[in-house]
């Protein structure tokens, strides 16, 4: 049972970095676009 919940929290953390390295991924993509149209009009 506490193997299973070391398991399962384990799997958790996992998922909550791959999120949050998805998240950070998008918003640097945003971010590039944002900056190559304000460079558009420099």
Known sequence: MIL???E???INST???FT???NANTF???AK???D???EWV
């Open 4 to 6: 299973q919940d070391t």
């Open 20 to 22: 949050a390295l998805k």
């Open 8 to 10: 399962k929290s384990r």
């Open 37 to 39: 149209f304000l460079l």
């Open 33 to 35: 676009s944002v900056w």
């Open 15 to 17: 998922n909550k970095v």
């Open 28 to 30: 640097i993509s945003n």
